[in-house]
């Protein structure tokens, strides 16, 4: 697990695919490897902030399954959350440690991150204190046939640019992340390849379906139901050098493709960090952003703040970021807009009664209807702002 500075200029380039994707995902998809990559390397991110339900910390190791490089979540890990006068104990679960719904950091405090391995294996970060918050004072979309190119379908792709306005105070320099996250409407709430639901699960079809059968059944949802995704595309951050004191108005923060046509909801996530963590999220933009991608000239270092208090000589890949933060949602109609969705994967195939299929077990009526499951990526909860009478409405 230990990797050591003699190693480190090999690391950077070994890492850099992978850390990306596990920065900014969860559910990470194999990537083809272009280097001889390392087992067991550890990377650790985390972020306190003040938004409540925002504070989190990703634990993970690197992996090589048949050729492909992936990370793994690490479990069983205790995590803590240390300030002056709290001790806030991370929760496991869907591969991440959360924060109590209801923890914020307050103004003026200073947090460090605590986490003890299953082994006795103790990492640390250096304390970090909460910038001022700097507000989100609008936010607008802008619908654009050709928002970007796809190199593989040669075509362009439509989709909307999310701009927010806001005021940047003049007292001293700030440095801004932004993040986000979307809601809309579940089609269905399971889904089975080569399969039906059955108590629950997915059973083959193999012997009921032929070849040029249904490939796939969903199921639809007993309830309202709403899917979220979260931003595993793109970093975008922003420094007031030459802004200090100044109103920046309709800064575009989030790209979003036409990946649906479903009404959406997005909330935009604005936070304003440390110099070290700007520093640091610039440094990996730049890794991936550059034309030449990773074979490109290296980037200022990729370590951040964190340490093990008994092994001053590993050293630690990720980061522990302290955040004051401000969001704003926009409600977006897309039902009617010009152009083709990027992805039609989300197509009904409802079992109907009749079909040749095994029959229900435990299950006789037609359509089978499932719950929705509350979880990271799925909520009963009707978001805040949704459905607004007023298109591109805006909500704090």
Not at 305 to 331: H, Q
């Amino acid at each position: 697990m230990k990797v050591f500075i003699s190693k480190y200029i090999n690391l950077i380039k070994r890492i850099l695919i992978l850390f990306f994707s596990f920065l900014f995902t969860t559910c990470i998809d194999p990537v083809a490897p272009e280097f001889d990559y390392l087992e067991d390397l550890l990377f650790i991110e985390g972020i306190a902030s003040s938004i409540e339900g925002t504070s989190y910390v990703k634990i993970s190791t690197g992996s090589n399954e048949s050729g492909y490089y992936k990370t793994d979540f690490f479990p069983d890990c205790s995590v803590e959350l240390i300030s002056e006068n709290r001790v806030v104990r991370l929760m496991e679960g869907f591969e991440r440690y959360s924060a109590p719904l209801d923890f914020k950091v307050l103004k003026g405090e200073s947090w460090e991150l605590k986490i003890i391995f299953p082994d006795g294996t103790e990492y640390r970060s250096y304390p970090e204190t909460m910038p001022d918050k700097v507000l989100i004072k609008d936010i607008k979309s802008e619908y654009d046939l050709q928002l970007s190119y796809d190199n593989r379908t040669n075509r362009y792709i439509p989709g909307h640019k999310i701009l927010i306005s806001f005021d940047d105070p003049i007292e001293k320099e700030n440095f801004y992340y932004y993040d986000y996250k979307t809601y809309e409407n579940a089609p269905y709430c399971n889904y089975c390849y080569k399969g039906v639901l059955r108590d629950g699960e997915c059973i083959s079809t193999s012997g009921y379906i032929s070849t040029y059968g249904p490939q796939y059944f969903t199921y639809a949802c007993s309830s309202d139901c709403w899917n979220i995704r979260f931003n595993n595309e793109s970093i975008s951050i922003f420094s007031d050098e030459f802004t200090n004191g100044k109103s920046v108005n309709d800064l575009t923060v989030v790209e979003l493709p036409l990946y649906s046509k479903r009404n959406i909801l997005v909330k935009v996530q604005k936070f304003n960090v440390s110099y070290e963590a700007h520093k640091y999220l610039k440094s990996i933009k730049d890794a991936i952003g550059n034309n030449s991608g990773l074979n490109a000239p290296l980037p200022s270092v990729l370590i951040g703040n964190l340490y093990n208090p008994n092994d001053e000589d590993e050293i630690i890949m990720g980061r522990f970021t302290v955040a004051s933060g401000s969001s704003k949602s926009i409600f977006i109609r897309r039902n009617n807009l010009a152009g083709n969705a990027v992805s039609e994967y989300e197509r009904n195939q409802y079992e109907k009664f009749g079909d040749n299929v095994p029959q229900p077990l435990g299950m006789l009526d037609y359509p089978i209807y499932v719950p929705c499951e509350e979880g990271l990526y799925r909520t009963s909860i009707e978001p805040e702002g949704w459905g607004s009478s007023l298109d591109n409405k805006s909500v704090n």
